[in-house]
């Protein structure tokens, strides 16, 4: 059983009359489970924030204003932890009283309710299937913690590693250069070869080393949501670093008002600056032709890129998205295949989705939803 300490494992009691707390903290004694007897709402609050599995509590130790304490320390907790309630309930023919009560407790999310007088062995036995079931959430914490500190670990990695290549891949680059530069006429045709393949080769590096410093930053993106930032304004401000690729290709880029979506600068800066550029790198014959949309969705809004390029098969439509996958050589169209990575663990980081509807030879559509 994976805990992280044995105050993690206690049944924790809230029976202020009569003898049940203490009949029922000796029933647990006698079956090696951990208890706590807990006096009043406030002490039983406190010692869950400590730790516990399970609490077992008396209906009447429950008034409306308690109840809606143990409300707002459910909302406090953690997506994993949804803790089992076992409440005891008195013995009776129920009415419009226990009724509604019995609703305001429900409201609590994970509860169970055991009539008195109860045997020993019956409330051992749902106890035991409350610490079951606590146990596995535990379990999903545990899965939880180690893959976050298995992909901040990984995350560093390619940090370090991508950062620390650039001066040795741009020394060879720049050398090669220099080489080409002073010594061509000393190197016959196949040495001068040899050289641009080193060349091609440092640019590449060069490329693919700055897309994955690129993707380890979309990572960067911390749970809440930033202030709403007009999605027009970052569009433009792609548009202006595109501006050379845009004049080269004769594209046009048009596009209606655009709403305000809760993303940071940057990142729909990357957006909108990948799916542009590689709108006008997969150009057709015909001068390109892109326009972005925007429709609300709920909560959300869907902007789309459109173009009139070469298009996609439809089994390459989801691959597209994965790090380093490309669907053409390096000799037919430049690049890394980083570019729609990054925006898919953009989308992804704001909860949000990205796809592509393609017609092979007459262009396609990348749709993403972003919080409003």
């Not at 143990?70 to 005891?88: A, E, K, M, R």
């Not at 080489?179 to 040899?194: C, N």
């Not at 202030?227 to 792609?238: D, F, T």
Request: hydrophobic share 40%.
């Amino acid at each position: 059983m994976y805990r992280k300490n044995d105050l993690e494992m206690r049944v924790l009691v809230l029976a202020p009359t009569g003898r049940d707390a203490v009949l029922l903290q000796q029933t647990f004694s006698a079956a090696n489970l951990q208890s706590q007897i807990c006096e009043h709402i406030p002490a039983l609050l406190e010692e869950l924030s400590t730790g516990a599995a399970t609490a077992l509590i008396a209906q009447e130790a429950l008034s409306p204003e308690s109840v809606s304490g143990l409300g707002n320390w459910l909302t406090s907790q953690p997506t994993w932890s949804d803790i089992p309630f076992i409440v005891l309930t008195s013995k009776g023919r129920s009415n419009r009283t226990t009724f509604h009560k019995a609703r305001e407790l429900q409201a609590l999310g994970n509860v169970t309710f055991l009539e008195r007088p109860f045997r020993p062995e019956t409330i051992e036995a749902g106890v035991r299937a409350a610490l079951r079931a606590r146990m596995r959430q535990y379990e999903i914490r545990r899965r939880q913690e180690t893959l976050t500190r298995a992909n901040l670990d990984l995350e560093q990695f390619a940090y370090t590693a991508s950062h620390d290549l650039q001066e040795p891949i741009r020394n060879m680059a720049i050398y090669s250069t220099l080489i080409s530069r002073e010594y061509a006429d000393r190197l016959d045709e196949q040495g001068l070869t040899y050289l641009q393949f080193v060349s091609e080769g440092a640019h590449r590096m060069e490329s693919l080393v700055a897309g994955l410093l690129e993707y380890t930053k979309a990572a960067t993106i911390v749970d809440e949501l930033p202030e709403p930032v007009n999605a027009g304004k970052q569009l433009r401000l792609a548009l202006l670093n595109l501006a050379e690729v845009i004049r080269e290709n004769e594209a046009d880029v048009v596009y209606c008002p655009l709403p305000d979506v809760r993303v940071r600068e940057l990142h729909l800066q990357q957006l909108f600056q990948n799916l542009i550029g590689n709108a006008i790198k997969y150009r057709s014959a015909e001068k390109p032709h892109i326009s972005i949309t925007a429709e609300r969705e709920g909560t959300r809004w869907r902007l789309g890129v459109h173009d009139n390029g070469i298009g996609i098969q439809a089994e390459y439509t989801t691959r597209i998205f994965g790090l380093f996958k490309r669907l053409h050589g390096h000799d037919e169209y430049s690049g890394t295949g980083i570019g729609l990575a990054i925006c898919q663990r953009i989308v992804d980081r704001y909860m949000g989705r990205i796809w592509v509807e393609s017609v092979p030879g007459k262009g396609s559509s990348f749709f993403l939803t972003l919080p409003a």
